[in-house]
């Protein structure tokens, strides 16, 4: 009998150690896959390649300077004048001055 009871206790050790070291797997995978968002990823045959953080940001920076016409930037800076012009005509035919 004491044989038995030793290898259940046995048996429930290992049964507890497997559920921790699949949790570690687990969360070693979570950790790759953000590693691996961070690097991006390359192409590969029916999926195409994914840029990693840097490369985001990178373009996502220069969206946010002047290039000469197609940068959002630009775009903003186009609205703004445009507007500036409605509000500038609008004054002028109701008799007011814009303040700047």
Do not use: C, F, Y
């Not at 195409?48 to 903003?76: F, W, Y």
């Not at 609205?79 to 509000?87: A, D, F, G």
């Amino acid at each position: 009998m004491p044989d038995i009871l030793a290898i259940s206790i046995a048996l429930a050790v290992l049964a507890g150690g497997g559920a921790v070291v699949v949790k570690l797997l687990a969360l070693i995978k979570k950790g790759g896959d953000i590693l691996d968002d961070w690097r991006g990823e390359p192409g590969r045959p029916g999926v195409p390649a994914r840029p990693g953080v840097m490369a985001r940001l990178e373009a996502i920076e220069a969206q946010l300077k002047p290039n000469g016409g197609h940068s959002t930037r630009d775009v903003v800076n186009r609205v703004e004048q445009s507007v500036r012009r409605v509000e500038d005509t609008l004054g002028v035919a109701l008799g007011e001055r814009r303040e700047d």
